[in-house]
């Protein structure tokens, strides 16, 4: 979870665009189409992004973003359509080109070298010379520290990169941004992985860059970031743009219903919960973990979880909550304690054991941990069901196909087909991929670490969707958020987490953030100095 955002930044649309005349348009696309095979990713796409302005681009995850941002940035050319920067037209074949004429993005997967300094990766590729030949590197410190002092980023140029948390990070390839000239500036989901201080640090940035001139395009997921910091808005949808205004002409209820080609009741509408009225107190729960320990970040976690319940894990950051789910699901050998799956101790848990007994786990690093990049999507989803769609070693080509079409529609999986490689889907849609896989198991009890990090409003509403009907099931299901508001929208109730142990908890009916807010800060009220004040 994040820390509450300021209030939404509409009055900057009159600062940017008032009386006084607009902007002056930096870089323009007009009438961009980039098709893949059958696909057409983008059609028609016209964009303007101005100086001094932060230009957001939302849409669903499928929707052109991240083909837009490639063809920006030279790692796609568009089949049709033109670039233009400052007036002129321009051809970007790689992105080296396109950094060159000061088009430089900065993606959420951090693409740095992490065994090398902070001044090392701020010059890389470019680095000062002596007499042409010789890295320079005492004025590479020299120019990273002014850089460094410039934006006000509380690290050392000469430190290991690798040895920085990842907002720190973020910051390094901004700096990296502004050494190579930028004047556009692509930020792409820069947030995702921060924490609520790590995130105004990232706006104050912004903000200075803004102050300069320089063009900005931010891409996030979060809405409310997205009103914090933009002047106008793109939104896309099935590779074209439709809507384009600022954020007073298009408040959130009109920019999510462009998003999704459909009027939508609001952000969180799809968590509606009737509760768990139907779950009987005195049954055997589903799931019973009991002063579970694992090294000094499982220290004491206790938590019962009933069929057709949904249960979230609230904590600070650092609190536990993934080094939590992987004991229970015997990634990680516990030290100590019990988990229970309906009433029968698991023991000596490892992932197919635990699959087994009917729990499935859904990591929330989908890269490193979640898919097969080298497999199709049909093979990304019945990955953990093979022993049971096999007969002496051979896969029943039948019940797979029917299984991955159940999936595909069942999730709305936007894909070529079942056999294009997973890496050719939106985050999104592999994230969808990947809750398929967990469900192809049938599991009893479903443990979330974060489903929904990456994934627009619909995809939310979808993922949701099939969480919710899966508890009325009788699924018993825990789950984590980086959003506050979706964790309190879906769940029953939350256990808190305090450095490893939980602290108690709260029925979510009626709640408020704020209510949450409190929980958690009374959970580390003994030692809140030692906590930076964000939540995940």
């Not at 069901?385 to 999730?411: D, H, M, N, T």
């Amino acid at each position: 979870m994040t820390t509450s955002a300021p209030a939404d930044r509409t009055n900057r649309t009159g600062r940017a665009g008032s009386a006084t005349a607009a902007p002056r348009a930096v870089l323009e696309t007009h009438g961009v189409s980039k098709t893949f095979g059958v696909v057409r990713a983008l059609r028609d796409v016209s964009l303007t992004l101005r100086a001094g302005e932060v230009h957001g681009l939302v849409g669903e995850n499928g929707a052109g973003k991240s083909t837009l941002i490639k063809v920006l940035t030279g790692f796609h050319q568009p089949d049709s359509g033109a670039l233009t920067l400052d007036g002129a037209d321009v051809a970007f074949d790689s992105p080296r080109a396109a950094q060159g004429a000061g088009v430089c993005a900065v993606y959420q997967e951090i693409n740095l070298i992490p065994e090398r300094s902070v001044a090392d990766n701020i010059f890389l590729c470019h680095e000062p010379k002596r007499f042409g030949i010789l890295t320079d590197r005492k004025r590479m410190l020299e120019r990273a520290a002014d850089i460094v002092q410039r934006y006000r980023l509380a690290v050392d140029p000469a430190a290991r990169l690798g040895s920085l948390g990842l907002g720190a990070q973020q910051m390094v390839a901004i700096a990296r941004g502004v050494s190579l000239g930028a004047r556009v500036l692509i930020l792409d989901e820069p947030t995702s992985a921060l924490s609520g201080a790590e995130v105004d640090v990232l706006f104050e940035v912004v903000d200075r860059l803004r102050a300069e001139g320089i063009a900005l395009l931010f891409v996030s997921h979060r809405l409310s970031e997205c009103y914090r910091l933009c002047d106008r808005f793109t939104v896309m949808r099935d590779g074209a743009v439709v809507r384009t205004g600022t954020p007073a002409e298009l408040p959130r209820a009109a920019l999510i219903a462009a998003m999704l080609g459909r009027e939508s009741a609001g952000e969180h509408a799809w968590a509606e919960r009737s509760g768990s009225a139907d779950a009987d107190a005195d049954a055997t729960p589903a799931l019973a973990v009991d002063h579970l320990q694992w090294g000094n970040r499982v220290r004491d976690v206790s938590l019962r979880v009933a069929r057709k319940e949904i249960v979230g894990l609230a904590g600070l950051l650092g609190s536990g909550r993934t080094e939590t789910f992987k004991t229970i699901f015997g990634a990680q050998k516990a030290d100590g304690g019990e988990v229970d799956i309906a009433g029968r101790a698991l023991t000596h848990a490892n992932p197919a054991r635990s699959i087994g007994r009917g729990l499935a786990f859904l990591s929330e690093d989908r890269r490193v941990e979640g898919i097969f990049p080298r497999l199709s999507v049909r093979e990304n989803i019945v990955a953990s069901l093979l022993p049971r769609i096999s007969r002496f070693g051979f896969i029943s080509r039948a019940k797979e196909a029917q299984v991955v079409r159940e999936s595909i529609e069942r999730l709305g999986i936007k894909t070529a087909g079942p056999g294009a490689l997973i890496t050719t889907l939106s985050g999104g849609n592999q994230q969808k991929a990947l809750i398929a896989r967990c469900l192809s198991t049938r599991p009893t009890v479903l443990l979330l670490d974060d489903p929904t990090r990456g994934i627009d409003v619909g995809a939310k509403e979808e993922v949701h969707r099939v969480v919710q009907e899966l508890a009325q099931e009788g699924l018993a299901v825990v789950v984590t958020s980086s959003e506050m508001e979706e964790l309190l929208a879906l769940t029953d109730r939350l256990v808190v987490l305090n450095e490893g142990a939980t602290e108690g908890g709260m029925p979510t009916a009626g709640a408020h953030p704020d209510d949450v807010l409190a929980v958690l800060a009374g959970a580390g009220s003994d030692d809140s100095a030692d906590h930076d004040g964000g939540t995940a």
